[in-house]
């Protein structure tokens, strides 16, 4: 008779819970980015389905990160650039509420739109693990960065080798 680890069980159900919590991998590059919807600073509503046929930039931060911060101009430069190619940048603050006034007086350097944490609806883009965490989606919907991987911040030449194919690319499906 064969004896068996008793804890060899609970691990393989602890592996098959953590693989099919919602958390575990929200969100796969190369399949539709999850739904966003956010209610910017401005008090406009933003909704990633109505940015289909544009590039969109979603960058979580916070004005007490400092990798944030530095980063921030980079995106404002490339974001001026190439608005009228189609570009379009959201920065979703993670601050908490007693430094919302800290964080629309960054937002004033800034020609992008904004959005508080408690204001914006990103269940599908996991737990903000780190910060800034930087997605990229393409013209057609498709998620071309995950920002829980990889290098955490973004500067221009980053950007210009991610995104700028993507400007370039028609705003049809491909087929």
Request: proline content about 6%; overall charge neutral.
């Amino acid at each position: 008779m064969k004896t068996r680890n008793p804890y060899a069980a609970w691990l393989c159900a602890f592996a098959l819970a953590a693989c099919a919590h919602p958390m575990a991998r929200a969100v796969v590059v190369g399949k539709t980015a999850p739904a966003l919807e956010a209610k910017l600073i401005t008090s406009e509503a933003f909704k990633l389905r109505d940015q289909l046929g544009k590039v969109v930039i979603i960058n979580f931060w916070a004005s007490w990160c400092a990798p944030c911060r530095q980063e921030m101009p980079a995106l404002e430069t490339y974001y001026r650039q190439h608005e009228n190619e189609g570009l379009r940048v959201l920065a979703i603050s993670m601050d908490d509420a007693q430094d919302h006034a800290a964080v629309r007086e960054v937002m004033r350097a800034f020609s992008f739109p904004a959005a508080f944490e408690r204001d914006a609806d990103y269940a599908g883009y996991g737990r903000i693990w780190r910060m800034p965490m930087t997605f990229i989606i393409d013209r057609q919907g498709i998620l071309r960065r995950d920002g829980s991987v990889g290098e955490p911040t973004v500067d221009l030449p980053t950007l210009e080798r991610l995104v700028t194919p993507l400007l370039g690319a028609s705003a049809a499906p491909a087929q």
